[in-house]
């Protein structure tokens, strides 16, 4: 790409008249003579000048940008997510470089060096790769995982989502349950779901099952299950808890094409709180992630790091919204 | 936030105990003796230096960053588009810079300002307001919007994709057709799709009606107008093309809780080919945008730029695909 010559400082200097040492200062809001200022910023206004990002950066050593690390925008949890993230950086005067990994663990690991190279002044980064090899001393936040003993993780309250949706079924008449989890192997917070659900269907002495895939590309080895689980029409199971929005809405046609009517005689409910282009609402009975609450811890981190000797986990507060794959 | 002290190119000369010109020729790739070039890669190592890029960027002019300046990540046509765009500009070695505007006229038009602060080397922009003052001089490229003579524009071939679509319901048997629209006040490329509709409805003869609501808020009025030609549980038209996926699975939902059988009764198409997380298909039968051609045709365009006085079109092939709201 080309680039017109830009007018520089000395060029500002020129047009008004004054040294460089004295443009610099207005630029730079130090304190300068009314006069002198009024002089200053008319060249400017003149010349059309803009400071220069980098030269500035280079002086100060930052870039007032943070990379955003996502595994894709095709998933509309992770777009949500970069879309309030992106509101609360703008907020803070910065910018976002967004890195779109589609979960390959090289391209997750180079996002790091961004901020070696001077492109970016700390990380917020949600990965899957569960061996990256990150450097402590720079500033990075993550989504729902844990990086390293001094990385700050923000997450959603995942055992208590658990929990949640094991109370909703059984208070809605479930008696015998059942949880299902695709991409079951990737270490981190989404891993509480399951114990927060088993916990509740202990203690009320529910029967439940649990069926965890560790293959993320494929939801047929479910189907196989479920369909092996009905007998006349009915599923062994009368709830089901999914680990995503995405997957209870799949069960969800999965059943209803082999007879099975949602939710009269199995009760959906699902996790995320995905958004609903077409209602404005949710796709399914579900455990929403707070994701502005979220996102907003972590550029709050990320700019204001606490000394911690150990990983701060800060979780944020789930709810429960009907939607259609419940009774209620 | 806090940076740590890195290494920089002196540490790297004062280790390898060669020249700091010696050092920079490696680094930027100049000729070199193979023992001086060992000598300062095994110091670079050792040291962990990284180039710092804002000041290779300084150097250069150039930063290696696009800023993509997009409307909301909510709607799944944007974030789909950004996945690719993202894409595209890693392959070619350049980190972007997201701004997320919500239609916002205002923060449309500082996103310009990134590049004449050397944020970023040009922009990619998917913009709202109708009377954007832009620097023709800096490397732009539109979606879907002209900005300026010299910018170019791409865009999927609307016109033609209004065409494939009142041919479609018509052979597929439609005697009435209605085309609807929400947001029509804003001027660009889209603009196409009715006049594309309209003139196979003209040359074929088929009667046909338009609502073009100028508010993108609400689809009430849209569904007051329905309402209003439904009588005895039939709708007075046979088949809708509606602007947007969204648009024509909310009219789908709002026909079908009113009594009239999709496709059945009415047959549908949309336009835009949103994919559905759930099903991996589309959402409804629909004029598919080609996202990936588009993202790789703006940012060549942007690396490659045309020395034209007149503003370059670029249109990229739609297609048709049935998705459940049509007979086909």
């Given amino acids: 790409m080309k680039r017109d010559s830009t007018p520089t400082i000395k060029d500002v200097a020129r047009e008004s008249g004054l040294s460089l040492a004295t443009v610099s200062k207005v630029i730079n809001g130090l304190p300068v003579g ?74 997750e690991q180079n996002c790091f060096s961004l901020v070696k ?37 923000v997450s959603s309250d995942n055992f208590r989502g658990g929990e949640i949706a ?11 349950l059942l949880f299902l989890r695709i991409s079951a192997e990737i270490p981190g917070e989404p891993n509480r779901r399951c114990a927060g659900f088993e916990s509740v269907c202990r203690s009320r002495g529910v029967p439940y099952e649990k069926l965890l895939l560790l293959d993320k590309e494929s939801d047929d080895p479910i189907y196989r299950f479920l369909e092996d689980r009905i007998h006349d029409g009915n599923l062994d199971f009368d709830g089901i808890f999914c680990n995503s929005d995405i997957l209870a809405v799949r069960v969800k046609r999965f059943l209803e094409a082999h007879g099975v009517d949602i939710p009269d005689q199995v009760q959906i409910i699902g996790f995320d709180g995905i958004f609903n282009p077409f209602t404005g609402g949710c796709v399914c009975s579900t455990i929403v992630q707070p994701l502005a609450q979220m996102a907003q811890a972590a550029v709050t981190l990320l700019m204001n790091p606490f000394d911690t000797t150990e990983g701060m986990n800060v979780m944020l507060p789930v709810k429960y919204i009907p939607g259609g794959t419940t009774k209620d």
């Fill in 117 to 153: 190279s001077n492109k970016a002044d700390g990380v917020i980064a949600l990965t899957y790769s569960p061996d990256l090899e990150v450097d402590e001393s720079i500033p990075i936040v993550t989504i729902d995982r844990h990086l390293g003993k001094k990385i700050p993780c």
């Fill in 166 to 176: 094991a109370e909703k079924l059984i208070d809605l008449g479930c008696k015998n």
């Fill in 34 to 107: 009314k006069k002198s200022r009024d002089r200053v910023e008319a060249a400017i206004d003149k010349l059309g000048y803009h400071v220069n990002a980098y030269a500035r950066a280079l002086k100060s050593n930052k870039t007032y940008c943070i990379a955003l690390v996502m595994p894709s925008l095709k998933h509309p949890f992770f777009a949500h997510l970069v879309d309030e993230l992106i509101a609360c950086l703008t907020g803070e005067g910065y910018n976002s470089i967004l890195m779109i990994t589609n979960y390959d663990p090289m391209t």
